[in-house]
Protein backbone atom coordinates (compact mmCIF):
# COMPACT_ATOMS: atom_id res chain seq x y z
CA UNK A 1 0.00 0.00 0.00
CA UNK A 2 1.18 3.54 -0.86
CA UNK A 3 1.54 6.08 2.28
CA UNK A 4 0.95 10.10 1.85
CA UNK A 5 0.31 12.63 4.13
CA UNK A 6 -0.60 14.97 0.51
CA UNK A 7 -3.69 15.43 -0.67
CA UNK A 8 -5.47 12.48 -2.32
CA UNK A 9 -6.23 12.25 -5.79
CA UNK A 10 -10.21 11.81 -6.59
CA UNK A 11 -10.02 7.93 -7.48
CA UNK A 12 -7.90 7.89 -3.43
CA UNK A 13 -10.69 10.34 -2.02
CA UNK A 14 -13.57 8.28 -3.53
CA UNK A 15 -12.41 5.24 -2.13
CA UNK A 16 -11.40 6.11 1.29
CA UNK A 17 -15.08 7.44 1.75
CA UNK A 18 -16.57 4.06 0.39
CA UNK A 19 -13.91 2.36 3.00
CA UNK A 20 -15.31 4.87 5.48
CA UNK A 21 -19.09 4.78 4.56
CA UNK A 22 -18.72 0.75 4.68
CA UNK A 23 -17.02 0.59 8.27
CA UNK A 24 -19.29 2.96 9.79
CA UNK A 25 -22.43 1.11 8.40
CA UNK A 26 -21.17 -1.89 9.76
CA UNK A 27 -20.11 -0.73 13.20
CA UNK A 28 -23.24 1.02 13.51
CA UNK A 29 -25.50 -1.90 12.40
CA UNK A 30 -23.23 -4.91 15.23
CA UNK A 31 -22.73 -2.40 18.39
CA UNK A 32 -25.25 0.31 18.06
CA UNK A 33 -28.11 -2.05 17.41
CA UNK A 34 -27.14 -6.20 17.67
CA UNK A 35 -24.84 -5.89 20.79
CA UNK A 36 -26.31 -3.03 22.17
CA UNK A 37 -30.15 -4.29 21.94
CA UNK A 38 -28.67 -7.75 22.67
CA UNK A 39 -26.93 -6.62 26.15
CA UNK A 40 -30.67 -5.20 27.31
CA UNK A 41 -32.09 -8.60 26.82
CA UNK A 42 -29.20 -10.52 28.46
CA UNK A 43 -29.30 -7.94 31.18
CA UNK A 44 -32.70 -8.89 31.51
CA UNK A 45 -32.07 -12.74 31.40
CA UNK A 46 -29.75 -12.40 34.51
CA UNK A 47 -32.66 -11.95 36.15
CA UNK A 48 -35.30 -14.11 35.25
CA UNK A 49 -36.50 -12.85 32.10
CA UNK A 50 -37.66 -14.63 29.23
CA UNK A 51 -36.07 -13.32 25.93
CA UNK A 52 -37.96 -13.65 22.85
CA UNK A 53 -36.98 -11.25 20.18
CA UNK A 54 -35.03 -8.04 18.74
CA UNK A 55 -35.65 -5.48 17.09
CA UNK A 56 -32.75 -4.51 14.72
CA UNK A 57 -33.59 -2.56 11.92
CA UNK A 58 -30.70 -0.07 11.23
CA UNK A 59 -32.97 2.64 9.69
CA UNK A 60 -35.79 2.33 12.28
CA UNK A 61 -36.03 2.08 15.83
CA UNK A 62 -33.98 -0.90 18.14
CA UNK A 63 -35.36 -2.70 20.91
CA UNK A 64 -35.87 -5.68 22.68
CA UNK A 65 -38.82 -8.14 23.58
CA UNK A 66 -38.64 -9.93 27.28
CA UNK A 67 -41.10 -11.61 29.39
CA UNK A 68 -40.18 -10.47 33.21
CA UNK A 69 -41.60 -11.85 36.30
CA UNK A 70 -43.43 -9.60 38.43
CA UNK A 71 -41.13 -10.27 40.81
CA UNK A 72 -37.87 -8.96 39.48
CA UNK A 73 -35.96 -6.60 41.58
CA UNK A 74 -35.07 -3.18 40.74
CA UNK A 75 -31.29 -4.25 40.02
CA UNK A 76 -32.91 -6.66 37.91
CA UNK A 77 -35.47 -3.80 35.62
CA UNK A 78 -32.15 -1.46 36.39
CA UNK A 79 -29.97 -3.94 34.27
CA UNK A 80 -32.29 -5.11 31.65
CA UNK A 81 -32.82 -0.36 30.66
CA UNK A 82 -29.17 -0.30 30.86
CA UNK A 83 -27.96 -3.27 29.32
CA UNK A 84 -26.88 -2.24 26.30
CA UNK A 85 -24.58 0.68 27.73
CA UNK A 86 -23.19 -1.96 30.53
CA UNK A 87 -22.61 -4.56 28.19
CA UNK A 88 -22.25 -2.85 24.83
CA UNK A 89 -20.46 0.09 25.50
CA UNK A 90 -17.28 -1.84 27.57
CA UNK A 91 -16.82 -4.29 24.61
CA UNK A 92 -16.59 -2.20 21.43
CA UNK A 93 -13.94 0.10 22.93
CA UNK A 94 -12.20 -2.65 24.21
CA UNK A 95 -12.32 -4.44 20.61
CA UNK A 96 -10.43 -1.02 18.90
CA UNK A 97 -8.25 -0.86 21.73
CA UNK A 98 -7.14 -4.30 20.90
CA UNK A 99 -6.78 -3.80 17.23
CA UNK A 100 -5.91 -0.60 17.48
CA UNK A 101 -2.04 -1.61 17.18
CA UNK A 102 -2.74 -3.00 13.57
CA UNK A 103 -3.77 0.14 12.30
CA UNK A 104 -5.19 -2.46 8.82
CA UNK A 105 -7.86 -0.49 6.62
CA UNK A 106 -8.91 -4.12 6.36
CA UNK A 107 -10.00 -4.21 10.05
CA UNK A 108 -11.81 -0.34 9.80
CA UNK A 109 -15.35 -2.01 10.35
CA UNK A 110 -14.18 -3.13 13.80
CA UNK A 111 -11.85 -0.30 14.97
CA UNK A 112 -14.50 1.95 14.59
CA UNK A 113 -16.79 0.58 16.92
CA UNK A 114 -15.22 2.35 19.82
CA UNK A 115 -16.32 5.66 18.16
CA UNK A 116 -19.64 4.31 16.86
CA UNK A 117 -20.85 3.30 20.39
CA UNK A 118 -19.41 6.81 21.99
CA UNK A 119 -21.77 8.90 19.86
CA UNK A 120 -24.46 6.33 19.87
CA UNK A 121 -23.69 7.00 24.05
CA UNK A 122 -24.20 10.68 23.53
CA UNK A 123 -27.84 10.44 21.43
CA UNK A 124 -28.93 7.96 24.41
CA UNK A 125 -27.97 10.20 26.70
CA UNK A 126 -30.19 13.30 25.01
CA UNK A 127 -33.27 11.00 24.32
CA UNK A 128 -33.34 9.62 27.97
CA UNK A 129 -33.21 13.28 29.29
CA UNK A 130 -35.33 15.33 26.60
CA UNK A 131 -38.42 11.75 26.67
CA UNK A 132 -38.57 11.63 30.75
CA UNK A 133 -40.24 11.24 32.35
CA UNK A 134 -43.69 10.99 29.96
CA UNK A 135 -41.07 8.11 28.41
CA UNK A 136 -38.05 5.85 30.43
CA UNK A 137 -35.56 4.05 29.44
CA UNK A 138 -32.28 3.65 29.34
CA UNK A 139 -30.00 6.49 30.87
CA UNK A 140 -33.41 7.48 32.16
CA UNK A 141 -33.28 4.73 34.98
CA UNK A 142 -30.51 6.74 36.38
CA UNK A 143 -32.81 10.28 36.49
CA UNK A 144 -35.91 7.95 37.77
CA UNK A 145 -33.23 6.92 40.71
CA UNK A 146 -32.11 10.30 41.35
CA UNK A 147 -29.43 11.30 38.99
CA UNK A 148 -28.81 15.01 38.40
CA UNK A 149 -29.41 15.34 34.83
CA UNK A 150 -25.62 17.99 34.91
CA UNK A 151 -23.93 14.29 35.43
CA UNK A 152 -26.03 12.68 32.43
CA UNK A 153 -24.78 16.11 30.42
CA UNK A 154 -21.35 15.10 31.46
CA UNK A 155 -21.40 11.76 30.58
CA UNK A 156 -22.62 12.95 27.25
CA UNK A 157 -20.13 15.31 26.41
CA UNK A 158 -17.22 13.10 27.46
CA UNK A 159 -18.76 10.60 25.26
CA UNK A 160 -18.73 13.06 22.14
CA UNK A 161 -15.14 14.09 22.79
CA UNK A 162 -14.31 10.37 22.98
CA UNK A 163 -16.21 9.60 20.32
CA UNK A 164 -13.92 12.66 18.56
CA UNK A 165 -11.03 11.33 19.15
CA UNK A 166 -11.38 7.67 18.13
CA UNK A 167 -12.64 8.93 14.78
CA UNK A 168 -9.81 11.24 14.52
CA UNK A 169 -7.20 8.35 15.17
CA UNK A 170 -9.25 6.29 12.03
CA UNK A 171 -8.52 9.18 9.91
CA UNK A 172 -4.91 8.11 8.43
CA UNK A 173 -6.41 4.53 7.32
CA UNK A 174 -7.93 6.80 4.95
CA UNK A 175 -5.04 7.78 3.67
CA UNK A 176 -4.93 11.58 5.54
CA UNK A 177 -2.37 13.24 6.92
CA UNK A 178 -1.37 16.43 8.67
CA UNK A 179 -0.75 17.90 5.67
CA UNK A 180 -3.79 16.70 4.03
CA UNK A 181 -5.97 19.50 2.89
CA UNK A 182 -9.17 20.51 5.41
CA UNK A 183 -11.94 20.21 3.05
CA UNK A 184 -11.12 16.32 2.24
CA UNK A 185 -10.89 15.80 6.22
CA UNK A 186 -14.57 16.87 6.17
CA UNK A 187 -15.44 15.07 3.07
CA UNK A 188 -14.40 12.14 4.80
CA UNK A 189 -15.85 12.84 8.20
CA UNK A 190 -19.05 13.84 6.25
CA UNK A 191 -19.15 10.16 5.10
CA UNK A 192 -19.83 8.06 8.98
CA UNK A 193 -22.91 9.48 10.78
CA UNK A 194 -24.30 12.29 8.31
CA UNK A 195 -24.46 10.09 4.95
CA UNK A 196 -26.05 7.53 6.85
CA UNK A 197 -28.64 9.87 8.68
CA UNK A 198 -29.59 10.98 5.30
CA UNK A 199 -30.40 7.56 4.20
CA UNK A 200 -32.22 6.73 7.27
CA UNK A 201 -34.12 10.27 6.37
CA UNK A 202 -34.68 9.17 2.77
CA UNK A 203 -36.13 5.67 4.27
CA UNK A 204 -38.07 7.26 6.43
CA UNK A 205 -39.77 9.00 4.19
CA UNK A 206 -40.52 6.54 1.53
CA UNK A 207 -42.06 4.38 4.49
CA UNK A 208 -44.54 7.08 5.35
CA UNK A 209 -43.35 8.45 8.77
CA UNK A 210 -42.44 12.37 10.58
CA UNK A 211 -39.04 13.05 9.17
CA UNK A 212 -38.94 15.75 11.61
CA UNK A 213 -36.78 13.13 14.09
CA UNK A 214 -34.45 11.91 11.12
CA UNK A 215 -34.02 15.59 10.01
CA UNK A 216 -32.59 16.60 13.83
CA UNK A 217 -30.20 13.81 13.38
CA UNK A 218 -29.15 14.32 10.32
CA UNK A 219 -27.97 18.39 11.74
CA UNK A 220 -26.42 16.91 14.34
CA UNK A 221 -24.53 14.03 12.29
CA UNK A 222 -23.29 17.10 10.31
CA UNK A 223 -22.18 19.09 13.23
CA UNK A 224 -20.61 15.88 15.08
CA UNK A 225 -18.77 15.02 11.34
CA UNK A 226 -17.65 18.84 11.10
CA UNK A 227 -15.89 19.06 14.68
CA UNK A 228 -14.33 15.79 13.97
CA UNK A 229 -12.31 17.48 11.15
CA UNK A 230 -11.82 20.28 13.01
CA UNK A 231 -9.93 18.68 15.91
CA UNK A 232 -8.10 15.77 13.63
CA UNK A 233 -5.07 17.84 13.60
CA UNK A 234 -4.30 18.17 17.09
CA UNK A 235 -5.36 14.74 18.27
CA UNK A 236 -3.70 13.56 14.85
CA UNK A 237 -0.24 15.54 16.40
CA UNK A 238 -0.79 14.31 19.88
CA UNK A 239 -1.30 10.42 18.44
CA UNK A 240 1.74 10.80 16.32
CA UNK A 241 3.84 11.82 19.24
CA UNK A 242 2.72 8.63 21.63
CA UNK A 243 2.63 6.51 18.45
CA UNK A 244 3.81 7.11 14.94
CA UNK A 245 1.04 7.10 12.83
CA UNK A 246 1.96 6.78 8.88
CA UNK A 247 -1.18 7.75 6.52
CA UNK A 248 -2.17 4.43 4.30
CA UNK A 249 -4.21 4.85 1.76
CA UNK A 250 -6.84 2.10 1.35
CA UNK A 251 -6.19 -0.57 -1.50
CA UNK A 252 -9.50 -1.04 -3.52
CA UNK A 253 -9.65 -4.53 -1.81
CA UNK A 254 -9.80 -3.03 1.68
CA UNK A 255 -12.71 -0.35 -0.12
CA UNK A 256 -14.74 -3.36 -1.09
CA UNK A 257 -14.44 -5.07 1.70
CA UNK A 258 -15.62 -2.83 3.85
CA UNK A 259 -18.98 -2.03 1.72
CA UNK A 260 -19.97 -5.72 1.35
CA UNK A 261 -19.30 -6.16 5.07
CA UNK A 262 -21.33 -2.79 5.34
CA UNK A 263 -24.15 -3.13 2.94
CA UNK A 264 -24.52 -6.80 3.77
CA UNK A 265 -24.76 -6.75 7.41
CA UNK A 266 -27.44 -3.48 6.84
CA UNK A 267 -29.17 -5.08 4.34
CA UNK A 268 -29.73 -8.77 6.14
CA UNK A 269 -31.32 -6.76 9.00
CA UNK A 270 -33.55 -4.36 7.33
CA UNK A 271 -34.97 -7.22 5.26
CA UNK A 272 -34.93 -10.06 8.20
CA UNK A 273 -36.35 -7.63 10.74
CA UNK A 274 -39.94 -8.24 10.49
CA UNK A 275 -39.50 -12.20 10.85
CA UNK A 276 -37.43 -11.54 14.19
CA UNK A 277 -39.51 -9.37 16.34
CA UNK A 278 -42.98 -10.63 14.34
Known sequence: MKTTSQRLTGTQLIRSMALFFGAFLFAFSLNSYIIHEAGHAFGGVL?????EGLHVNPFGAGGWR?????TMTQAGKFFQGMGGEIFGVPLSIVVTILLWRKRSPGLLPLLMSATVVCIGNLLSVLDSITSYPGFIFDYGLLLKAGMSPSIL????????????IFMDLLFPLGGIGRA????QVLLLSLTTWPFYLALRLIYQ?????????PITLLVFGVIVATLTAIFFKPVYKLADRISHIEPVVPSAGAAWLSIGLGVGLTVLLVVFNPIWFA
Not at 205 to 213: H, K, T, V
Open 153 to 164: WAIGVASLVFGI
Open 66 to 70: NQCPD
Open 205 to 213: SLAGRSIEG
Open 47 to 51: FGCQF
Open 180 to 183: TPFW
